[in-house]
């Protein structure tokens, strides 16, 4: 079954940096659009990146826009988030997924927080 497998997040200080990898050990991730989202403690997920299978065209939340940067190495089979200027309200477990998601295909998330 078609699954994604998050990884990369940390503890950062305001201002640093991390990046997030999205691949898939069974299937082909670059056949697919994909998105980054995120959960806060208390929030609902919300995208905050995605990239197209086709001319890799990309798409930013306002909140993200400048700061982070969303990529795909076809031959890695993978997904990146690079995340800078990171701040405090970052601080979310973040997930990849289709766009629109695909319920089987969530992974466990990888947490990302954000605090000095």
């Known amino acids: 079954q078609f699954k994604l497998i998050e990884s990369g997040g940390g503890l950062v200080q305001p201002g640093g940096s991390l990046r997030l990898s999205c691949t898939s050990s069974?299937?082909?991730?670059?056949?697919?659009?994909i998105a980054w989202f995120r959960q806060a403690l208390g929030k609902e997920r919300e995208v905050v990146a995605l990239?197209?299978?086709?001319?890799?065209?990309?798409w930013y939340e306002d909140s993200v826009k400048g700061r982070f940067t969303i990529s795909r190495d076809s031959a890695q089979n993978a997904v990146y988030l690079q995340m800078n200027g990171l701040k405090p309200e970052d601080t979310a477990v973040y997930y990849c997924?289709?766009?629109?998601?695909?319920?089987?295909?969530w992974g466990q998330g990888t947490q990302v927080t954000v605090s000095s």
């Open positions: 990239i197209s299978s086709i001319a890799f065209a990309t």
């Open positions: 997924n289709g766009n629109p998601p695909h319920p089987d295909w």
């Open positions: 069974v299937g082909d991730i670059n056949t697919y659009t």
